[in-house]
Every structure is written in C-alpha cells, then in structure tokens.
C-alpha cells in the first residue's frame, strides 16, 4: 500500500500504557529525497499526543496481550497510512535507535524515576515537551556498508566542537581517548544531534545549528529531515488519523 509512512509507540507499564504516546516520522534511506540504500533510520520527526485514531487502531488493541505477556517497556508499530486504512508493517518491541535519543530531546521528567516507576508498573505522569523534535545520525564511511579495511581509516578520528557545547549531541560508536572523543567500532555509526522547536522549522534549525558545530572528517549526514511534515500530516488529519 502506498500512503504516509509513520509510527506510534508509547511506554506501557505492564497494566496500561504511559500517556502522552510518541508520533513519528522515520528517514530510512541514505540520501536527502529519500533516495540510496536503506540504511535503518537516518533521521527521525516525532511529537508527543494524546491517544488519536492511529494508536487507538493499533497499539491500544494489542493492551489485554501485553498485560497477559507482563511486557514492560517501549512498544511501537511502524504503518503506512492512507485514506483506505492503517497498514502495519513492523514492530519495535525495545528502544529504538536513534529514538530513544530523540525522546530523551523531549521528555523533560528525570528518566531514572520514570524508568523506575515503569519497572515497577507503577503509574507515572510523563512530561514532555510541547512541539517537535528531530534526530539526525551523524555518520562517516564505511556507512552503511561492511568495510573493515575503510573503517580503520577513519578509526581514531578526533570529533572535535566549534564552541565547548554537546547539548543535544548523543554518542553512537564512541569512545574517548586523553580527554577527547574518537570514532570507534565497526560501522561508521558516530553521532545523533537532536533538536526540539514550537513548530517543525524551529526544531529542524536547532539541531543542524548543532551539527554545525561539530567537526568531523568526511561527516555526512541528511539535511532534510523532517521536510515533509507539511504535506504528511496533512494528509493525515485529511484522513483523520491524528486525532
């Protein structure tokens, strides 16, 4: 089915799911216009909301089998949504990546309680921020390939800042070596800036305002995430799925 591709997850605590739910709007291929090899996600559009007709047709059915699971964490189903119906396509039964440090851009409750309160099934009023938030991965070569004898070129590198600010900076395959972070690993799979905004525009100039600040040899990354709001969510109130 062809439509809009988009998300719903949302916390669940073993009797109930933690509201608000996560709305979001995943980039899975390498190149700006969605074009390139799939490489997982890219870079990520979410917002926070109150249960709407996308989570009501999907998660919310599947409530009475996590209880009898005793499943406790996150849960999201990807979808392709269009004016016939919600297609599922998968789930993501753990955090996804880099979702969970888009999330972590938005939630502003201490994550230790919350995360606390969510082992112990507990009941936890979750705050978060109003508006959007974007993640972009940061990646350098052999991404999204396997080339061991590339990676050790780039093994090592020194991820270096304009300014002394790593707000919003979250680390892939990183480590740090006399006080500076390095590339590690095996994939090229470096950094996720995130950034937050009252519309899709202001969050989208904060976190390449943050890329901007980061000095990597050969750091790629898409430079459109996000850009398609306006004509997805759109079609989807159009649909009535948001609300």
């Known amino acids: 089915a062809s439509g809009v591709e988009v998300a719903v997850g949302a916390f669940f605590n073993g009797n109930d799911f933690v509201h608000p739910i996560n709305v ?5 291929k390498l190149f700006p216009g969605n074009i390139g090899p799939m490489t997982g996600e890219m870079g ?3 917002y926070w909301s109150e249960p709407n007709t ?20 996150y ?9 016939r119906g919600i297609y599922p396509l998968e789930w993501t039964c753990r955090f996804g990546y880099p979702t ?5 851009e938005g939630v502003t409750s201490a994550w230790g309680e919350f995360l606390h309160a969510l082992a112990k099934g507990e009941p936890f009023d979750l705050k978060t921020k109003k508006g959007f938030q974007i993640g972009v991965c940061c990646v350098v070569p052999p991404f999204p390939y396997d080339d061991k004898s590339e990676m050790e070129l780039y093994r090592d590198l020194s991820i270096l800042f304009k ?10 395959d990183v480590k740090t070596a006399d006080g500076v972070w390095r590339v590690a690993g095996n994939t090229g799979y470096v950094l996720i800036a995130t950034g937050s905004g009252q519309t899709v525009k202001d969050a989208s100039k904060q976190v390449y305002s943050r890329i901007d600040n980061i000095m990597l040899q050969n ?4 430079t459109d995430i996000g850009l398609n709001w306006n004509e997805d969510s759109d079609k989807l109130q159009t649909w009535g799925y948001l609300y």
């Open 44 to 46: 990520t559009l979410m």
């Open 100 to 104: 969970i440090s888009i999330q972590m």
């Open 54 to 73: 996308i989570f009501k047709s999907t998660l919310l059915k599947i409530k009475d089998d996590l209880i009898k699971s005793g499943y406790r964490g």
């Open 163 to 172: 300014k002394p600010e790593h707000e919003g900076v979250h680390l892939g």
């Open 75 to 83: 849960i999201d189903i990807n979808c392709i949504a269009n004016a």
């Open 219 to 222: 750091m790629f990354y898409r």
């Open 24 to 28: 979001n709007f995943e980039h899975k």
